[in-house]
Structure formats: structure tokens, C-alpha cells
């Protein structure tokens, strides 16, 4: 590999930016920054040995587990910090400054909060009031618990959903026909007391167990679950759940009643149902959620065309209950119309009692969907309010924040909950600073469950249903986003649809896993399609770009700069060798087989003695036949002086036998492992047997661009034994060219592309083996 020289190490940075003005025009424009390095070329035998000490980090395990335990006033202080964020901010909360905004935010948080706990409940199966109950207990903990400042939890469409659809498939109306007493020709009643209150227990145990899942990852630290979730998959996900939930609300906007489905083909099933009954339609009930439709996507559309005029939105979804519930009572629309309505409303809060436990094993799949949702939907839109503005959010306290939610509230009768999407908007667009202003909605909960919940029986469910259906038009604009990644990314469309597809066809929990298992596909599948190149080197700078996509890019003769964008493991380890040998067109099997057989051919010549006897071998480089003669008439043609003259023509007697080239015009193989963060045992193996065929050719491999960490990866693997060594690693690929060219004087040329020669060519001469690598932007060199 050639010897490094000691002499005195000289380097140097300079960076210059003056100011010229240009003849004629008086502009003034600043000269590109030059940067100089002058260094003998470094190999990692030299680095580790002379320029690198590790340092001293001889800590014991023991050590290093008291100093994680021990325990101070500091660290108890900080972590009650971290526990509690309350008392980040709580204790300095500027009063004049954020009561205000806080206090307006609230109450218009508020008043969305309580129209969208009563409809959300449908969605979870349950009466309305237990979205009531899921719209105070929760808003009022996170309070304490959460980091962000401007999202608002509570009852949530896509997570409702998924509640109700477990709820449904444990308690189907199947279960709850009974005969009548006084009756015994009389059809099966539809108990629907037992049903809602077997459902009630059913959604209480799952979001127990949701909240155990949530409060266990994040004291586990792992709040990053949540990246497994790529947003087109979240995308197609909520998408797919906005058309279960607009298929499931059809029987309430028409007055219809059908059967709720679940699980695969449930969409289908409950549009086939709908239709069925479409003659059954209540008038009286589709006038008043087409008028409630209309009305609410009027206020949307206004909110939002002049959000910056309004000093707060204008609260169409209270303004949908209040009207709908008066017009309900003062019409009588429940007795004379037969239109549903939500009815009774206990007054108060129910006292706190243990879930059903016995129904946890059945649960607990759909929990952890429902949890990993819950948190993805939540951290993402924590995140996106943080950055707007300018704090942060710790992703395992939200985990910690959300899974206590959902565990203690889940004694007073909740179900799961996360943030809402519109509702965070109300409260961070109407001025909310902290989360004082969830605190004043809740309240505002809290106020309609104790005093006045009764009010609310009249309101009929078709307009809850509109409210609804207006709610998730945001969600539909998703369909925009596959135009949009069609021309960005095929791989994370493909992610989108199979995402959307999936959950409608198979239900949100299949579908849901349906989605993250094909996300983790098309990462291995990336990761075994990686893109690979051959480098060449751009004239007058540092740079090696793929020859094949630059024009400037060129080869240097004899060297060949392997590189590919993907880690080497044992999922890819092959694909990296057949592409390597592939791209470099040297195949050392094949060497090695054409090194065999004019072996034989020779031995055979000389054994029989014919001095006739021709070997010819085609150079495919250059497409040049070269004659190859054996030893006795190579001595004879020497003697006669007709050596050079051999190649002139052939007799009818001579034999002519072509054989393959057994040496290959490359001698050099540089692997580009910069992209490359790790490697493992198989994928060690694989390039190690790739270094000792090639070696076996006579062609050398190095390696160029590891990091420090995969250096210790690969010291670890005992990668560096037998005929692999440090010295055959280089910190650049750069390195790399100049010694592949020392250790070969006879191709130190400049790179084969015509532009390419104009720069300075590597010289060879002097006898001290010093190799010095002179770099500069403007005109990169090497001379010794």
C-alpha cells in the first residue's frame, strides 16, 4: 500500500472573503472562500496509531449504575419538573399578558367541545353523555401532565370510531333480543339499556388498558413509536377512518336503522344495509341534517375566509345544537316525526368504579392500535404548534400525559382520547397561551353534565351527525395528496393507498396493520434496491460524482470507485456483491477460470512441443487479439529475431487456439462507504470473502469514507485479519486514488476523459516513497 512519510505535517485553513469592484459597473461581490489542506496521505493504520487517542473512559458498570441512582435534591427537583410541567410555567404565568387570551380561548374551545363530545359518542357506541364525561376528566389531567400548550384533547372521530367498532364487535344487538314477558307470539325487543351498558364496560376496559400501554411506553422511554408511523401512512389512515365514519353516520342523517357492522367489508356492508332501507327514509330527519349541513359549512367556509377580522370563529356547531334542540322540543319532532333523538341525559357525574377486568384479554390487540394512534395524532400536532411557536415538546411525557388521561379516567366511565385537530385550531387561533384554556372548556363541560345536561334530550342525532360529517371535510382534502406525492415519491403513495385501501376494505385495526407492515416492507425494500454508481473524478476539485450521470465526472485508468447508498447487512449482502462486480466489470471467478484454462493450454503446448502453437488472447477493452506463444517458440522466434513479427501472418500448419484475458486491466477497487451507518457479522463475511478473490486476481480492495462508528463496528466484527488490515482503509475516497495510484506507477495518469487531463497528474518520481495529498478547491493535486 506504500509507506506514509514521517516527515513535519503541515496544514492549513484559509478562508478569505474580500470585496472587488467591477471595471465599468462599480458592483461590489464577494470572493468564494478557498480552502487549503496540504497533508500526507492518511491510511486508518496511521490514523488510529499517530493521529487519533481515544479517550480514557474506564468507568465500571457498577459506576456507572450508581451514578444513574443517585438520588439529590437537584435531580428529585428536576424530575418532578419533568412529571409535572405545570410547575414549569404555572408559578411565573404572566397574568395581565395571558388571562385574557386564555379565558376567551377557553370558552370558544369550549363551546366546540360540548356539541362534538355528544356527537363523538355515537361514533364510540355509547350514549351521549359518556362523550361528556370523555370531554371534562381528561382536558382536566392533561392540564397537569402535558407539554403542549395549544392542543386540545378529548373525544376524537378516528379514535371513537375504533372504539365503537370493538365495542360493536363484543356487543352486537345479537346478544341483546328478548322476548317480552306478557307475549309469546311476539317477536325478540332489542334490549337496548343492557346493549349501551355492556358497551359502556366494554369501551371503559379498552381504555384502561390503552392508558396502561401509553403509561408504560413512556416510562420506558419510547416515544419514538411514533416514527413507524410515516405520515402517508397517517394520512391514508385518517382518510380511510373519515369514510367509515361518514358510512356509519348515513342511518343518522337519513332516520334509517340498520345494523352496526364491524370488522372486514364493514363499509360495505353498512352501505348495502343503508340502501336497503332507503324507502324507509324519515323526511322530516333528512330535511333537518341537510339544513344542518348547509349551515355548518357556510360558518366554516366564513371562519375561514375572515379568520383575521373575526376576533373569534363563529361557534356553528353550539349554534347547530341550540336551534336544533328548540325546533326538536317546540315541534315535537321525537313524537309526532319519529325523529331520534338523543334522550335521556343523566344530571351529574357518576361515581368512580373498577372496570371489568374479565374482558381485558380480548382487548388487547385493539388497545394497542388505539394507543399508538392516539399518541402519533397527538405528538404530531404538539409538534407542529411547538415549532410555530418556538418551544418544546417531550415525547415520552406525552405518552406519560395521554396514558394517565385515559387510565384514570377510564374509573369515571370515559373512553379513549387524544387530540382534536379542529378543536386545537379554535384554541390556538382565538388566542390560547397555556393550557389554562383547555382547563376553562372542560369547566365549561363540567358546567352542562352538573346543571343543565337535561336541556340537551330533545336534540335530535341527525344533527349531530351533520356535525360530524362537516367536521371531517378537512380530512377528505387528504385525496389532494396523491397527485402530490405521484410526482414526489411512488414509495410513500404507494404507503398512502395501501394505507387507505386497507382500512376501508378491512377495517381500521387490519387495516392499520396491515399499512405499518407494508411501511417496513418498502424499507427493506429500499434498503435491498439501493442506487449504485462508479465514481470518477471531477477535474479541479475534491469531488466524485457517478461518471455515468456527469459529464465531468471521469475515471482514473486501472481504478474503479464502487459506490452505493445503503448499509451493508445480511438482508442486502449479496445484492451489494453482484452489483460491485457487476459495475466494476471484473469478475474474479471469471479470472480465475480463464487463469485455469491457459494454464492447461500451456502445459499442454509444452508437453506436446509444438512450436506452431498459437495462444491468442482478446483484450475486450480494446478489442485487440494478442498471441501468446509458448516457451520454446517464443525462444525461437528470439533467435531468429522474429519476435516482433509474429502477429504477421499465419500457415496452414500453425494452430491457433483464443482464450479469455487472464489479467485484468483494473487493479484497483475503491469502495465508497460513506453512506454506509452499519454493518453486521453476515454482511463482514461477504465483503471480507469479495477482498481475498479479488486479491487472489491480483486486483487490490480498499476501503474508503467509514465512519468512526462503523470502524468500531468492524473492529469489533474482527474484520481487520488475515488479508484485511487498517491500512487498507482510507478516510477519503480522495486518499483512496492516490495511494491505489502510487502502489501502481505505470497507470499514475490522469483520468482517461479528455477534460479530465488537464489536471496535474501524480508523479512518480524520487525514491523516499513520500505520498503527499495537496487539496484545494480551486485546483486539487497530488505530488509527492
Not at 294 to 312: G, M, Q, S, T
Amino acid at each position: 500500500m506504500g509507506e506514509i512519510s514521517n516527515s513535519t505535517e503541515t496544514e492549513a485553513v484559509a478562508a478569505s472573503a474580500m470585496q472587488q469592484e467591477e471595471a465599468g459597473a462599480g458592483e461590489e461581490a464577494e470572493s468564494q472562500p478557498l480552502y487549503r489542506i496540504e497533508r500526507p496521505v492518511y491510511d486508518e493504520a496511521f490514523i488510529s496509531s499517530q493521529l487519533l487517542n481515544r479517550k480514557d473512559n474506564s468507568t465500571t458498570l457498577g459506576q456507572r449504575l450508581a451514578q444513574q441512582l443517585r438520588c439529590s435534591s437537584k435531580r428529585a427537583k428536576a424530575a418532578a419538573l419533568t412529571f409535572l410541567p405545570i410547575l414549569t410555567w404555572l408559578p411565573s404565568y404572566p397574568v395581565k399578558q395571558y388571562l385574557f387570551s386564555d379565558v376567551v380561548s377557553g370558552l370558544s374551545t369550549g363551546v366546540v367541545q360540548l356539541p362534538q363530545g355528544l356527537a363523538y359518542a355515537m361514533l364510540a357506541a355509547v350514549p351521549p353523555v359518556y362523550g361528556l364525561y370523555s370531554s371534562f376528566y381528561p382536558v382536566l389531567l392533561y392540564t397537569f401532565f402535558g407539554t403542549s400548550r395549544h392542543i386540545s384533547v378529548g373525544t376524537f372521530a378516528v379514535i371513537s370510531l375504533m372504539i365503537g367498532a370493538v365495542a360493536v364487535r363484543e356487543a352486537p344487538d345479537s346478544m341483546f333480543y328478548v322476548l317480552p314477558a306478557n307475549g309469546s307470539n311476539v317477536s325478540a325487543v332489542l334490549d337496548v339499556e343492557a346493549r349501551d351498558a355492556r358497551r359502556v364496560q366494554v369501551a371503559v376496559v379498552l381504555t384502561t388498558l390503552v392508558g396502561i400501554i401509553q403509561l408504560a411506553l413512556g416510562l420506558l422511554r419510547f416515544g419514538f413509536v411514533a416514527i413507524y408511523l410515516t405520515e402517508p401512512l397517517v394520512r391514508g389512515f385518517t382518510t380511510a377512518a373519515a369514510v367509515h365514519v361518514v358510512v356509519s353516520q348515513l342511518k343518522y342523517l337519513l332516520g334509517v336503522k340498520t345494523q352496526r357492522f364491524s370488522g372486514p367489508l364493514s363499509a360495505i356492508y353498512s352501505v348495502t344495509a343503508v340502501l336497503s332501507h332507503i324507502a324507509s327514509t324519515n323526511v322530516p330527519t333528512v330535511i333537518m341534517g341537510l339544513v344542518c349541513i348547509v349551515f355548518l359549512y357556510a360558518v366554516k367556509d366564513l371562519n375561514e375566509r375572515f379568520k383575521k377580522k373575526l376576533p373569534i370563529p363563529i361557534p356553528g356547531e353550539i349554534i347547530v345544537v341550540i336551534v336544533s334542540t328548540g325546533v326538536s322540543y317546540g315541534l315535537s319532532l321525537s313524537e309526532v316525526y319519529k325523529v331520534e333523538v338523543v334522550g335521556k341525559i343523566p344530571t351529574g357525574l357518576l361515581p368512580p368504579a373498577a372496570p371489568e377486568f374479565s374482558l381485558l384479554p380480548s382487548l388487547v390487540t385493539d388497545s394497542f392500535a388505539v394507543a399508538i394512534v392516539g399518541f402519533s395524532m397527538g405528538i404530531s400536532l404538539a409538534k407542529t404548534f411547538a415549532l410555530k411557536h418556538g418551544y418544546s415538546v417531550d415525547g415520552n411525557q406525552e405518552l406519560i400525559a395521554l396514558g394517565l388521561c385515559n387510565f384514570i379516567s377510564s374509573f369515571f366511565q370515559t373512553f379513549a382520547i387524544t387530540c382534536s385537530m379542529s378543536r386545537s385550531l379554535v384554541q390556538e387561533s382565538t388566542g390560547g397561551k397555556t393550557q389554562i384554556a383547555g382547563l376553562l372548556a372542560s369547566l365549561m363541560v363540567l358546567l352542562v353534565v352538573v346543571a343543565i345536561g337535561f336541556v340537551f334530550r330533545p336534540l335530535p342525532q341527525t344533527a349531530l351527525a351533520a356535525i360530524i360529517m362537516v367536521n371531517l371535510l378537512g380530512m377528505f382534502k387528504q385525496f389532494a395528496d396523491i397527485p402530490a406525492l405521484w410526482r414526489t415519491s411512488k414509495i410513500e403513495l404507494a404507503i398512502w393507498l395501501v394505507a387507505f385501501v386497507a382500512s376501508v376494505l378491512l377495517g381500521l385495526d387490519y387495516g392499520l396493520l396491515v399499512a405499518i407492515s407494508f411501511a417496513i416492507l418498502s424499507v427493506i425494500y429500499r434498503t435491498q434496491s439501493p442506487k449504485s454508481a462508479i465514481l470518477g473524478h471531477v477535474p479541479g476539485t475534491g469531488l466524485y460524482c457517478d461518471v455515468d450521470e456527469y459529464e465531468e465526472a471521469a475515471e482514473y485508468e486501472g481504478i474503479k470507485i464502487f459506490y452505493s447508498n445503503a448499509s451493508v447487512y445480511f438482508v442486502n449482502s449479496d445484492l451489494y456483491v453482484s452489483a460491485l462486480k457487476q459495475k466494476t466489470g471484473v469478475d474474479p471467478e471469471a479470472l480465475q477460470a480463464a487463469r485455469k484454462t491457459q494454464k492447461k493450454v500451456m502445459e499442454k503446448a509444452k508437453s506436446t512441443k509444438n512450436p506452431s502453437l498459437k495462444l491468442c488472447g482478446t483484450d475486450k477493452q480494446q478489442e485487440v487479439s494478442h498471441e501468446v506463444l509458448s516457451y520454446e517458440a517464443a525462444a525461437e522466434a528470439h533467435r531468429n529475431g522474429q519476435l516482433g513479427e509474429s502477429g504477421g501472418g499465419r500457415s496452414h500448419s500453425e494452430e491457433a487456439v483464443f482464450l479469455e484475458p487472464a489479467v485484468s486491466a483494473v487493479h484497483s477497487i475503491i469502495l465508497d462507504w460513506t453512506p454506509c451507518s452499519f454493518i453486521d457479522s453476515v454482511g463482514a463475511k461477504a465483503i471480507k470473502q469479495v477482498i481475498k478473490e479479488y486479491r487472489a486476481v491480483d486486483v487490490q480492495v480498499v476501503l474508503a469514507g467509514c465512519s468512526r462508528s462503523l470502524l468500531c463496528e468492524l473492529d469489533t466484527l474482527q474484520f481487520f485479519s488475515g488479508v484485511v488490515s487498517t491500512s487498507m482503509v482510507f478516510p477519503t475516497i480522495h486518499d483512496a486514488v492516490l495511494r491505489c495510484l502510487r502502489s501502481n506507477p505505470r497507470t499514475a495518469t490522469a483520468p482517461t476523459d479528455e477534460a479530465a487531463r488537464r489536471e496535474p497528474a501524480l508523479s512518480t518520481e524520487g525514491s523516499s516513497g513520500d505520498l503527499t495529498r495537496k487539496a484545494d478547491v480551486g485546483a486539487p493535486s497530488a505530488e509527492p
